[in-house]
């Protein structure tokens, strides 16, 4: 038991713990409204999809945050390249008889009776290993070219582009961007974050204008008003849902959007439901507890001496601040569509229990913070 677990520390930082809680019953609670009508439709059972949520997500999750709570999150600086290498492994067996193709990518992997998404398992994954390499005090990897720079371009990149090839833009964005945010404040010179950015926005630029789905959100998002039944349907119904929520919302299980109007009303379009339902009060509330958190997490790192575990922390609160952001904004019409599900509450086995994991660990951190 030494391997993992480590005496001393103190009391875990209790309030992020009871957001996390909050964040995962209100997913919960939100899913049962949001799916009921599809799941009668499809299955015959108004409760499918919260049945499938609380089997392959909460308990899975349970589990994953109770490992990440009781490891010592130190553990992880050993173990980071072997998870980083089995993360891809997984990733590319994607592209094998094992994986399962789904709306026109590749991104779900079936072994024996398990399904799940090895892309999630990457948001913990590619942040251990990234927080591990820039702690490494041998090597100067923050500011130095050729072992810092360089190598960071490559890891990133190699990562970046076996995600892509799913496709799995969104999750690139989040990613990526995650580790610049830790690369910089690690230390890195702003010249070496400008050349990331630069070379992150031509790559998105050229991906843009050589794959047609991915123009055609761009265009919907630029253009929707004027193509209320084409490529800008699905943000304009998200904007119609919001808007008829006004206020206090249409009240809890009422939404109409949901039941003719939304395209995946349990995943891509679930904080579109959240307005309808709880309108602008519920809305930005849950806007507030997402920003309340992140917050919490960056003054927790902020507090810590050690820099893998502040790295950690780093990364971890950047993927969720990014990722509900990105769903939010796109929803909301700020930025375009880009298909990222809410952190806790989307429909999506593999991220609620990824999710909670990252918490497990989070809260592991805050013990001896």
Known sequence: MKIFYRKGGHSPDYVIITTFLLLVIFGLVMLAS??????????DDSYYYLKHQLIRGLLVGILGFTAGYFIYYRRY??????LLLLSLGLLLLVFTKFGIASGGAERWLRLGPITFQPAEIMKITYILYLAAWLSNSKLNRRKNLYEGFIPF??????VGGILTLQPATSTVAILLGSGLVMYFLSGAP???????????????????????YRFERVLGFL??????EGIGYHLNQSLIAIGSGQVWGVGYGQSTAKVKFLPDPIADSVFAVIGQ????????????????????IFWLAKSLRDTFGKMLLIGFGTIIAGQAFMHMAAISGIVPLTGVPLPFISFG?????????MAGIIANISKYS
């Open 153 to 158: 371009l490559i890891i990133s990149g190699m």
């Open 34 to 43: 949001a799916s009921s009508h599809l799941g009668k439709v499809r299955f």
């Open 223 to 228: 253009k929707y008003s004027s193509n209320e």
């Open 77 to 82: 600086q050993d173990w980071a390249f072997i």
């Open 349 to 357: 086995g593999t991220a609620l229990a990824v999710f909670m994991t």
């Open 277 to 296: 339902e709880l309108g602008f009060v519920g809305s930005a509330t849950l806007v507030i507890v997402f920003g309340f958190l992140v917050i919490k």
């Open 190 to 212: 702003w010249k070496y974050v400008f050349g990331t950015i630069s070379l992150g926005l031509l790559a998105l630029a050229l991906l843009v204008l050589i794959t047609p």
